[in-house]
Every structure is written in C-alpha cells, then in structure tokens.
C-alpha cells in the first residue's frame, strides 16, 4: 500500500540539520557522501521538502557515474524519481532538481495550490495533488505506490520528516552524526514540527547498525511497528 521508506539524513553531533539561517553545511564527509549516492541508486525514488528545495536548492541526482551506469543496465533511469512535497506550489521553475540530469520527477500539492503555477510546473514534472490544505502523506504515498515506487528515500527537512513519522510511514531511519556542534535553538532538526506529547506516542525504534565513518557515527535504525 505504501512504498517502503528510508529516512536518511546528516546531523550535528548535537542533533541540527543546518543552521539557525537554514543555510546547508557540510556535515558528514566522502566515505558519508558515497554511501549516501548508494543508498540513492539503489531506491525507486527520492523525496525532499519544499524548505530544503528553498534552502539548498539540491538537485538529488545520483553523482557516480557507475552507479549511474549499474541503474542503466538494469533498466532504469540514471536518476531515481526525484519528489517535492509542495503543498503551495511554491517550487520555483528554475529549481535544480527540475533541471539536472534526466528522469522523471513529481511535484506533491494540495487543493490549495495556485492552478497558474501548477500549470507552469507541469511543464517540468508530474503533478499529484493529495490533501486539501497541506499534502496528506498516506494518500500521496499510497498515490505514488499505485505508480509504481515500492522504495523511497527521503532526504528531508525536519518538516517534512517530522509528519512521516507522525503518519507512521517509515520503515528505516539513518542518521550519520558528524563530529562538529552547530547549535542554535531554532535550528533544524530531524523531527520538528509539533512533536509527541505523550510517551505512548513515540515512535519506537532498534539499532539495526552502528559504525563509525568520516569522524563521525553512522546508527541505523528500524522503526518498530505496532
Ligand atoms: N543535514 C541534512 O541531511 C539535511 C538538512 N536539511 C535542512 O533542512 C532544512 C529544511 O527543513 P524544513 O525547513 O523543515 O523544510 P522541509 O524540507 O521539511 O519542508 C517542509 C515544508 O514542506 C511542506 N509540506 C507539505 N506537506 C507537508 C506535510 N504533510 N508535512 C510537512 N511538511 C509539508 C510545507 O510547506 C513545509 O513547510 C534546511 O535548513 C536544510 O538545509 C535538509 C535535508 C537534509
Ligand atoms: N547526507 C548529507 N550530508 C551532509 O553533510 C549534508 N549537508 C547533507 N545535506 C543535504 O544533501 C542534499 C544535497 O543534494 P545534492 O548534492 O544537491 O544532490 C541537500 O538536500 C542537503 O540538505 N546531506
């Protein structure tokens, strides 16, 4: 019914995604950076926010050329689908991920997107609409398995992450800790939004791995499901 989820991300080692100006920095390193373009060969599609869109602008393609090649010869697209959740439509149609390197990409609305910009976005991807007011996770999810996706990666923001644990929709969280404090009260981190309140809400995790990479940590986690 819905595509089976990695989270993945790169955090301080006092738990922050970027700064306080919600400005990318490097926290991770190569053997960090490799890994990560693994893991996103080996998944159907990539999914990000439409704060990390605005913040980083990244274009989530896969950068090694023979991971590019693997996916090719397997019948592939050299890049998996390349999703933003956009519940505005607020991605602006010079945004790296609609241009860098072949392959399809889908932008996630909702009915309150302005109709114009919906219609100059479709010029450069596949528009899903799901949810009235903000995109509603589990119907696109379930949309975005009908079409296909059985494996999803997402990169983030905190938001954006946030909500998929809320809606229980991941299967794995990755977190590589890189070995320098960013701090700032109001800095991004992997879960923002509301938060649990109550202690029977968490979202229950095990270790499935935890090794050292760069000069950081590298935990993997599985989600327990009820
Ligand atoms: N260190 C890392 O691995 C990464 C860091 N980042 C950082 O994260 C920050 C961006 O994070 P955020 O501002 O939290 O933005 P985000 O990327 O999580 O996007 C959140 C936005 O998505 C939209 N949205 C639509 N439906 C939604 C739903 N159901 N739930 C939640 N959001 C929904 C809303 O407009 C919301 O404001 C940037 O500073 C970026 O650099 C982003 C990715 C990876
Ligand atoms: N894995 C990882 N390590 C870091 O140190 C980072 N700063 C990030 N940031 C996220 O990576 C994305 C860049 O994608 P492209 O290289 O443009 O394809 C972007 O979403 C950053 O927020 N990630």
């Known amino acids: 019914m819905f595509p089976y989820v990695t989270v993945n991300l790169a955090m301080s080692a006092d738990g922050k995604l970027s700064t306080i100006e919600r400005k990318q920095v490097k926290i991770s390193g190569q053997d960090d950076f490799r890994r990560v373009d693994i893991l996103k060969a080996e998944n159907d599609a990539i999914m990000v926010g439409i704060g990390t869109v605005l913040a980083d602008d990244p274009s989530l393609t896969v950068k090694s050329p023979e991971l590019k090649e693997k996916r090719l010869s397997s019948g592939r697209d050299e890049n998996p689908v390349r ?7 607020r991605t602006p149609c010079s945004a790296e991920i609609l241009h860098k390197g072949p392959g399809r990409r889908i ?9 114009k910009k919906i219609d100059e976005l479709g010029k450069y991807a596949e528009i899903v609409q799901a949810g ?11 949309k975005i398995a009908e079409m296909g996706i059985e494996t999803l990666m997402v990169e983030g923001g905190g938001s954006l992450i946030w909500s998929l644990f809320e809606d229980d929709l991941v299967d794995e969280y990755y977190t590589c800790i890189g070995n320098v404090i960013i701090g700032g009260a109001s800095a991004p981190t992997p879960a923002d939004g509301t938060g649990f309140i109550r202690e029977n809400e968490f979202t229950k995790l095990e270790i499935a791995s935890m090794e050292k990479i760069d000069s950081g940590v590298l935990l993997k986690w599985k989600i327990i499901k009820n």
């Open 83 to 89: 999703i933003i959740v956009d519940s505005k439509a």
């Open 132 to 142: 009235d007011e903000r995109v509603d996770l589990r119907i696109f999810l379930a």
């Open 107 to 115: 932008i996630a609305v909702s009915k309150s997107a302005d109709p």
